[in-house]
């Protein structure tokens, strides 16, 4: 779980049960390493959709057309080497929560489909002609500066807007320096039971 009890981390964390309790798509903000995985965990586990699942993807790990499959899904021959039907993270996510991590990193194409699914709650599979409906609360995750994307014609405004409707943004440890033994506490405990 997150750990830390300083007045940084305790006002992320009482904005972090507000998020869950709405159904809002919610964007963490901040630096590399700032735990962003584990606030979006944090809510999804305190929502009213805690017992769908929590899925997850690294928008940045992911071509677009392997992104695009992995979170659509994709039809038995839509592209060579696709021998079988495949579920995507959205479909996977039903009922749940889909974090999209490193949301900053994707092409101003994909930005358009990914825009389509949160407006409309609806998709195709790559290769399908059948549209699919899901109920899938999204919390997106990004370093980047979106403001300056979005300015830069980098980022589109309107999926900027769809997905910055709840803001948490993430402190890094420079200036949480009163969890620091908390924080060496737990990762000398799991190292040590590690080895």
């Not at 590399?32 to 959709?49: C, N, Q, V, W």
């Not at 949160?118 to 059948?130: I, P, S, T």
């Not at 899901?134 to 997905?163: P, S």
Request: with cysteine; charged share 25%; aromatic share 6%.
């Amino acid at each position: 779980g997150i750990v830390g009890g300083g007045p940084a981390i305790r006002a992320v964390l009482k904005r972090v049960d507000a998020a869950a309790r709405s159904n809002a798509t919610v964007l963490l903000r901040g630096e590399t390493g700032t735990g962003k995985e584990l606030f979006a965990r944090a809510i999804h586990d305190a929502s009213p959709r805690a017992k769908g699942p929590f899925v997850k993807v690294n928008c940045a790990a992911l071509s677009e057309s392997v992104l695009e499959s992995e979170l659509f899904g994709h039809e038995k021959g839509a592209f060579t080497g696709a021998i079988n039907q495949r579920i995507g993270r959205f479909e996977l996510a039903h009922g749940g929560t889909l974090f999209l991590d490193e949301i900053g990193e994707i092409s101003p194409a994909f930005q358009a489909k990914l825009l389509r699914v949160l407006q409309e709650g609806e998709f195709e599979r790559v290769g399908g002609a059948k549209t699919l409906k899901v109920d899938v609360r999204i919390v997106c995750a990004t370093n980047r500066n979106l403001e300056e994307a979005v300015a830069k014609n980098q980022f589109r405004a309107d999926l900027y807007y769809r997905i910055n409707v709840v803001t948490l943004l993430l402190p890094p440890l420079r200036q949480r320096v009163e969890d620091i033994p908390a924080l060496a506490r737990l990762f000398l405990e799991r190292f040590s039971n590690e080895n």
